[in-house]
């Protein structure tokens, strides 16, 4: 009787040892059905059988990119970019701008005629576009780590932005079909950007220029092309010719740092009666003082401030993070001027994302705040919080601190 016991246990357990996991291995059949179902849209979009077949032979999911939400797990989130969690003494570390900046001035030199010509037909100056090329790939010397199509797909079959990623895949089997990238130099970050100045394969298509001349748009191996794409970018997002990104400047001791969002707009010269003095006794021409400009503290009334002109935001839609484009926008004008914060950045510590997502649900609650619940503490968000601590009779300095959220959960 014990052996006959042992012998069914011993089915039992063989039975549940090779019985296939229901949730991913279901899940690569219905991968693969998925991609076939896209085969409409591709041959509408210009993508022929032979390559759509070869493009996706063999093809499998990535189940180990971030921002996913896979049967029978958590949903995985985007991962924690460096703009949006460390302090800006961290993203904008001096040895690293220092490293880019002096490259920036030999490459300028390299690409001299390149850069002159662009600037001359776009009017974005030279300097910002190397700027966004050593920031997004240093230059061309990191290698995109992921497989494009491979990533692209997964992300349409499960991410958490399928429909938005669905195009993209399409939009990179074009790219393929056109000759312009093959299979194997189409490498991407994980959200799928792909190139020297890393473009999503759709931004592609509306910005591209083949400003080499040989056919082709190619911002994978030629220099000319993926910088006259990033400033036609620039362009068609509203970039305008001859206005600075930014000027710094010192805030005034009574400063109101809730004034920092950008719908807060003012004629720079305003800004400057209101005691927003420019940094080293910068004197500004009556052009420039009728700019308008909105009020930047990143690091609230710590640190550096900034009166941020009109392409300032354009260069944000390049990345949607402050520091993103204080990082550009420095590095660009340390390659022009070895100068560089007058003001230091303070040691702020930085809250964990989940902590301020805390706080911006409590502030939404309050009715002071009114955008999206991300856990990055954006110029909106530090407004939010100044305005909480008025309201609270805390000190107004507009910075995610343990001790703002502590008198929020106390309240």
């Not at 690293?96 to 300028?108: K, M, N, P």
């Not at 010509?117 to 920031?135: F, H, K, N, S, Y």
Request: charged content about 25%; glycine content about 10%.
């Amino acid at each position: 009787m014990g052996t006959l016991l042992r012998s069914f246990s011993f089915v039992v357990v063989l039975c549940l040892l090779t019985k296939p996991v229901p949730s991913l291995a279901a899940a690569d059949g219905n991968f693969t059905s998925f991609i076939a179902s896209l085969w409409p849209e591709a041959q509408k979009a210009g993508v022929s059988r032979k390559t759509f077949d070869e493009v996706t032979r063999g093809l499998e999911p990535d189940y180990k990119l971030p921002d996913l939400i896979l049967p029978g797990r958590p949903a995985t989130g985007a991962p924690s970019q460096a703009e949006f969690v460390q302090v800006p003494a961290d993203y904008l570390k001096e040895a690293s701008i220092i490293r880019l900046a002096g490259e920036g001035r030999r490459l300028y030199e390299q690409h001299r005629k390149t850069l002159q010509t662009i600037e001359q037909q776009t009017g974005v100056p030279g300097t910002i576009i190397l700027a966004i090329w050593g920031r997004e790939t240093d230059y061309g010397r990191h290698r995109l780590p992921y497989d494009g199509i491979r990533t692209l797909a997964t992300q349409a079959y499960v991410g958490r932005r399928k429909e938005q990623y669905r195009g993209e895949f399409i939009a990179a089997l074009k790219l393929i079909e056109s000759g312009v990238v093959s299979r194997q130099d189409l490498r991407v970050s994980w959200g799928g950007a792909t190139g020297l100045t890393q473009f999503l394969p759709s931004e592609l298509e509306k910005h591209g220029v083949d400003f080499d001349g040989d056919g082709r748009v190619d911002i994978w191996k030629s220099v000319p092309d993926a910088l006259a794409s990033a400033a036609q970018q620039l362009v068609n997002k509203g970039w305008q010719r001859g206005l600075r990104w930014a000027y710094e400047v010192r805030a005034p001791a009574n400063a109101d740092c809730t004034m920092g969002v950008p719908e807060v707009t003012k004629p720079i010269g305003e800004w400057i009666r209101a005691g927003f003095v420019p940094v080293r006794g910068e004197k500004l021409g009556s052009a420039e003082q009728a700019q308008p400009a909105s009020l930047l503290q990143p690091e609230g009334i710590y640190g550096p401030a900034f009166l941020t002109t009109k392409n300032y935001f354009v260069i944000k839609e390049y990345n949607f993070s402050d520091l993103y484009v204080l990082f550009v926008g420095h590095v660009a004008d340390r390659i022009a001027n070895s100068q560089p914060f007058a003001t230091p950045w303070s040691a702020t510590k930085q809250l964990r994302s989940t902590d301020v997502e805390a706080m911006q649900r409590h502030l939404t609650s309050l009715g002071l705040y009114s955008d999206k619940l991300d856990g990055k503490a954006g110029m909106k968000t530090r407004a939010a919080l100044g305005a909480f601590q008025k309201s609270a009779g805390l000190k107004l300095d507009c910075w995610p601190s343990e001790a703002v959220l502590r008198a929020m959960n106390a309240r």
